[in-house]
């Protein structure tokens, strides 16, 4: 039901997205709800109690509109911050705290005894509360400290590229790719993926907001997706996994060492020869891998746009600002 959907999604403002998560009275971080969504929910009473009424009835259909709202909700997430990361387990209990919404919701309709808009408020910032909980449990809590802080906009988008512009930037030929190719972090297009598939190229991708169903496309993240051991031959990744894996490389509460782990499996799921593709760098890891004799690192930068771009960059975000290539010598 598309309406009763509407009131229970994050409200988020297009204009100033991160406000979403805004500073509460004991010093945490809580997740906002508007006058709007409770007025909704007053003025269609009845008709989303009915529908209500329907999914108490039928279990899969309650599951499979949490299921839609847990997804619908991550999404926005990802708007708002793109290090924000929900594994498959994290999603699973998600979806079971948005069927506690729903029934409650439903309790609340049918509970004459209490003021509802009152109702209607303690059930928002109870279940807020819930998913504030499990946000900081699998992210860590240091993620959203700046968000106490609203006097400047804290957005980290997730952003979209053209298949030419990352070609380009990665310095990628079809001559010089092996096959099978995977893009880790593809975003929610895959354009890059569909672009080689257009060409003839065995591609695939995996994103955690992939809108499309397409037998080559996984909807996924990095930590939930196992890359089997020499399988690919050339593995790509423009601003997603390298840039997610600083990130947490300079957070006191970050996963590096899920991090590096991953680093390591990816590069154990490349054949014989070949590649794995990354921007921005990682130079921690690369000079540990100058050491190993299986593995080849080469790094070409990245040409800056001459905007006054640069001048707005961290010391750090200007190092790390090439891209890498690792090719795999011997088994």
Known sequence: MQLLKQHLMLPIDPQQPSHLFQPSADGTVRIKYTSEQLQGLIEH???????LG????????LNTFANELALSVSHQ????NQYINLTKQDEIQLQTLFKTLLNTLHSTYSNESKD??????????????RIMSLLTKSNGNQLFQSYLNQKEETIVPCQQYSP??????LGLSLDHMQGPILDIGCGSDARLVNDLREQDVEAYGFDRNITTKKPYLFRTNWF????????????????????????HHLRQDGQYESYAQKYVEI???????????YSPGLPFMENILKEVDKFEVSKHEIPMP???????LSQDELERRYVTKIKRLHA
Do not use: C, R
């Open 224 to 247: 939930d997706f196992y890359f089997s051991p020499l399988k690919w031959g050339t593995l790509i990744s423009n601003m997603a996994f390298s840039n997610h894996f600083w990130h």
């Open 116 to 129: 509802l808009l009152v109702a209607l408020e303690e059930m928002f910032v109870h279940h807020h509360e």
């Open 267 to 277: 590069l154990n799921a490349l054949k014989v020869g070949g590649t794995f593709i």
């Open 45 to 51: 009473k009845e008709k989303i109690k009915a529908y």
């Open 164 to 169: 030419s512009f990352q070609m380009k930037v």
């Open 77 to 80: 997430f990802n708007q708002v």
């Open 306 to 312: 001459e905007t006054g771009m640069d001048q707005k």
């Open 54 to 61: 329907t999914l108490q009835m039928d279990s899969k259909q």
